[in-house]
């Protein structure tokens, strides 16, 4: 999993670089775009075409026979049952492209989180550092510790919940950068990195792991190695919206409905039944 | 932007698209003349003329000093009585108490003898529907501004001159105007009172305090973790309306001075002494319903005992539930550019000072981070501030007068010479401060600007405290029903006999006749009966004298229709007590309780105030003009700012303009 988040994140780091100094919503626009072109031709390809035309006649046709016979009741009754089974058939048709369609488009929107999801830290921003320790390894006993580089302070003492298997500590953005927080645990440093003053579509990853969920949804860093004593090192990001008209949208919503109206847009082009 | 704000923003887009490009109709819509002439108005809340005037000449303060030099410098003549609500009040509708009807801090309504908010009413839902245990609104259900009259912004707009007014007192919730308008003194907590703090705590002797404006609960520390609910407001959607609340953990560290408050959305770590930042707390009312609000906490201690501050919680700027400012979208667009900001009213907890829950310098640390908060938004305010009028207003004069006197005055029975050396100088700093922040005005503004500085009243000690109805019953004007039994002392005279009394005290400067009529029980006969008996009260209180000095409590007793004009006189209290330089009402008797002693000394750390007569306490009124006015008051300054946009005063308006 780990190569793979390698890979993508290289191709959407191409994709996304003629759009890097222009703000937010080039990049989105543009991978709304290509992610509704990529949706249409998987859709094209793994859909039975003709099958979707005819359920969606068929649709049409009961819908017709309803307004015209609607003084007859059974025969009304009969065109909505049809119109039903048609309509169960149009969407058979359309599980087996949804499902193949899932798993790239899963992958867009990790990427997309890792460059929209989280707001960089800013300067003078405080921030809560959360390590979860392996199983059986004690937060009392582990002598964790964590050192800063010159853009972070680290402004308490570790916190130690040993219920929970858990070490914390504050951290506070000094300067704009990528910086490197090391980690020791148990003689064992691992990295997490922190993005300050970072202007979207910058990376802002908010979780390191090496659990295969976390690595799917939280690209960005290596996971972490096999055997080590931490389990997941989180920093609380605030959440952060795309500016839109004075207000803000959430990049989810953004993005399926831009990929949804460039799909829509585009399926006569590509000559896609959709 | 939330929705409304959206089709708002919408809707004004599609009218000035509709009207087209001129700019004189494109002003209209948005309200917004240009004005070459601007006002700029700086209010500090209980700036006193003596401190500022010895402060002045001691070069403490150089802005006032040079701003008096090249303009004027004047006592400024406050309302009766001298309280922050009627004074300011008075300022914002150019009347006396008279035509706006604010008379105090406190009213009473005459059916219940209970006090009630003077300055706004919450009306709860005329229509409900049940669902199960859930009470849906219907209809109704509103928070009402009391004060009566038109503000001067109000007259602004009606002439198109734009005004920010920021943090005014007396303005919640604020009333309707399409100017931007952020309610200040008045706004209450989420909780609806002027502010509730929690304080967490494991130490048994702090539990038993009885403690006005704040909640002490027990903590238990169990294995490194406290385990507590944060109360928030009353749940009117249930129908036994309990209190909702949130559950937080505190995670202890095992030895190092650190904790972690995990609340439901969001996690906080602290050291030992220190502040959090603003938590948003979210308390759920029903499904599909919740509320939010702000707090921020204070670790005060983890080991020995465990101690943990909460703040009121402060209704959220951001999505507030009750109305804060206007247009809706002004504390969100602030809340956006700021972060979260206290909005509740005189944000400083003195309560949880007076209390000893927190000490001189924590107090101190959290009115920083008010002023901090005010400064920042002067600063954007300033600005944009291009046409029209600004009012801004800062509290921490008036909050720091109050508590840290006792270290100013060496006659205080509250003072402390080691805590003296430490914090005697707060209130130089804060008047200093007010030097900077007029500084900061100065260099931002140009010449077509004139600036007034203003306060509403000034301060004085407050050594001795009066009991107004203990002295009442000692006259023989107010009755016990039973004076061989035990004396119930609580508040809202639970042992008077109404039959038989003939006055009682309500509110920090008021005295009501038990008027037939009027009151539920009264027996006074309104007209020569009720003049001819508040005549004779007046007369007694004005006589009194303080059995430990010898000195008259009560310098004015003034009868209403004496001291009041306008349509409210009929609401007012029948006395108005104006008390002696060092002299207050104490603090039960304005809640209607009878105290034993009719004298007392003052022990609590509320240490200067200023209950006094109008004379003993005046503002100040400084400015770049020269004041013609002989003794400007408050009032003028409203008949003044329409002067200085070429508007005639309205007729109800009592003031005249002093340049």
New interface residues.
């Given amino acids: 999993m780990g190569v793979l988040n390698v890979i993508l994140e290289a191709v959407f780091d191409v994709l996304f670089a003629p759009f890097r100094s222009l703000g937010p919503w080039p990049g989105m626009i543009f991978i709304s775009l290509a992610t509704g072109i990529l949706m249409l031709l998987i859709f094209k390809k793994t859909s039975n075409q003709e099958g979707i035309k005819r359920a969606k006649n068929q649709i049409k046709a009961r819908l017709l026979e309803i307004r015209l016979f609607k003084n007859d009741t059974s025969g009304a009754f009969r065109a909505q049952g049809a119109m039903l089974g048609a309509n169960f058939r149009y969407m058979g048709h359309a599980l087996r492209p949804m499902l193949v369609m899932f798993i790239p488009v899963l992958f867009v929107l990790a990427q997309l989180n890792l460059r929209y999801g989280a707001a960089a830290l800013q300067p003078g921003d405080?921030a809560?550092v959360?390590v979860i320790l392996a199983e059986g390894v004690s937060a009392?006993e582990s002598a964790a510790s964590l050192q800063a580089p010159a853009g972070l302070v680290i402004?308490?003492?570790?916190?130690?919940?040993?219920?929970?298997g858990e070490v914390?500590?504050?951290i506070r953005a000094g300067s704009p950068g990528l910086h490197r927080l090391t980690l020791t645990v148990g003689g064992e440093t691992v990295e997490k990195l922190v993005a300050v003053g970072e202007e979207m579509p910058a990376k802002v990853s908010p979780l390191r792991s090496r659990k295969f969920f976390d690595l799917v949804l939280y690209p960005g860093e290596k996971p972490l190695p096999k055997g080590s004593p931490v389990s997941k090192i989180k920093i609380?990001f605030a959440s952060r919206n795309l500016p839109l008209?004075?207000?803000?949208v959430n990049w989810l919503i953004a993005f399926f409905v831009l990929s949804l109206v460039f799909g829509f847009g585009l399926k006569g082009v590509f000559k896609v039944e959709i | 932007m939330n929705r409304r704000s959206f089709l708002k923003a919408g809707a004004g887009a599609a009218a000035m698209a509709a009207l087209g490009t001129r700019r004189e109709l494109v002003q209209k819509v948005l309200g917004k003349t240009a004005t070459r002439g601007k006002v700029l108005v700086l209010g500090f809340d209980g700036l006193d003329p003596r401190l500022t005037q010895t402060w002045m000449s001691e070069g403490k303060l150089p802005t006032f000093r040079a701003l008096a030099a090249r303009g004027g410098f004047s006592r400024l003549g406050t309302s009766t009585p001298p309280q922050s609500p009627v004074a300011w009040s008075n300022f914002i509708t150019g009347m006396n108490p008279g035509g706006h009807g604010i008379f105090d801090f406190m009213h009473r309504d005459p059916k219940t003898y209970y006090p009630v908010f003077s300055a706004s009413a919450t009306d709860e839902a005329v229509k409900t529907v049940r669902l199960g245990k859930y009470v849906l609104p219907v209809k109704g259900g509103k928070v009402r501004n009391l004060r009566k009259g038109r503000d001067f912004w109000q007259i602004l707009e009606d002439h198109d001159i734009p005004a920010t007014i920021f943090k005014i007192p007396s303005n919640y919730p604020p009333v309707p105007t399409k100017q931007r308008t952020l309610a200040g003194m008045g706004t209450p907590d989420l909780v609806g009172s002027y502010g509730i703090f929690n304080y967490y705590t494991t130490e048994p002797l702090e539990l038993n305090q009885d403690v006005g404006g704040g909640r002490i609960h027990m903590a238990y520390v169990i294995g490194n973790r406290v385990d507590a609910k944060l109360p928030g407001p009353v749940n009117t959607f249930l129908e036994d309306r309990p209190e909702a609340e949130i559950d937080f953990r505190v995670y202890l560290d095992p030895s190092e001075p650190v904790a972690k408050i995990a609340l439901p959305d969001q996690e906080l770590i602290l050291k030992e002494k220190e502040w959090s930042r603003w938590a948003r707390v979210r308390f759920p009312l029903m499904p599909t319903q919740n509320v939010t609000g702000l707090v921020r906490f204070y670790l005060k201690e983890i080991r020995p005992a465990f101690k943990l501050y909460v703040s009121p919680v402060n209704l959220d700027p951001a999505d507030p539930a009750l109305p804060i400012s206007t247009p809706e979208s002004y504390a969100a667009e602030l809340e956006k550019r700021f972060g979260p900001f206290y909005t509740k009213g005189l944000p400083a907890d003195t309560s949880a000072l007076d209390n000893d829950v927190l000490d001189e310098g924590e107090f101190l640390a959290q009115d920083d981070q008010v002023l901090e908060e005010s400064r920042a938004m002067l600063e954007y305010e300033l600005k944009r501030f291009d046409s029209g009028l600004l009012f801004y207003y800062i509290s921490s004069t008036d909050q720091r007068q109050h508590m840290f006197w006792r270290l100013l005055d060496e006659k205080h029975p509250m003072y402390d010479p080691a805590l003296a050396a430490v914090y005697g100088g707060t209130i130089e700093r804060i008047y200093r401060e007010t030097d900077d922040i007029l500084a900061q005005a100065l260099a931002a503004i140009d010449k077509d600007t004139t600036v007034i500085v203003l306060s509403d009243h000034g301060f004085n000690p407050f050594y001795r405290c009066f009991n107004l109805n203990a002295w009442l019953k000692a006259e023989g004007y107010h009755v016990f029903a039973n004076p061989f039994k035990k004396e119930e002392r609580g508040l809202g005279f639970p042992s008077t006999d109404w039959s038989r009394t003939r006055a009682y005290g309500l509110g920090l400067n008021s005295l009501y006749l038990n008027q037939r009529g009027r009151e539920a029980e009264g027996i006074v006969a309104p007209g020569a009966e009720a003049e001819a008996l508040a005549r004779e009260i007046a007369a007694k209180l004005e006589a009194y004298r303080d059995p430990q000095t010898g000195e008259q409590v009560i310098l004015r007793a003034a009868v209403a229709r004496d001291v009041y004009s306008g349509p409210c006189v009929a609401d007012a209290p029948d006395i108005i007590l104006g008390f002696s330089r060092g002299y207050r009402i104490s603090n039960s008797s304005p809640l209607g309780q009878v105290n034993r002693e009719i004298m007392e000394t003052n022990n609590e750390k509320w240490s200067g105030d200023h209950m006094t007569a109008a004379e003993v306490t005046p503002g100040i009124v400084l400015t770049d003009r020269s004041i013609r006015a002989e003794a400007p008051a408050l009032y003028d300054l409203t008949a003044t700012i329409l002067q200085s946009f070429g508007i005639e005063r309205p007729a109800d308006m009592v003031g005249k303009p002093i340049f």
């Fill in positions: 405080q809560l959360k009392d402004e308490t003492p570790p916190l130690r919940i040993e219920e929970e914390d500590w504050r609380d008209f004075g207000g803000s």
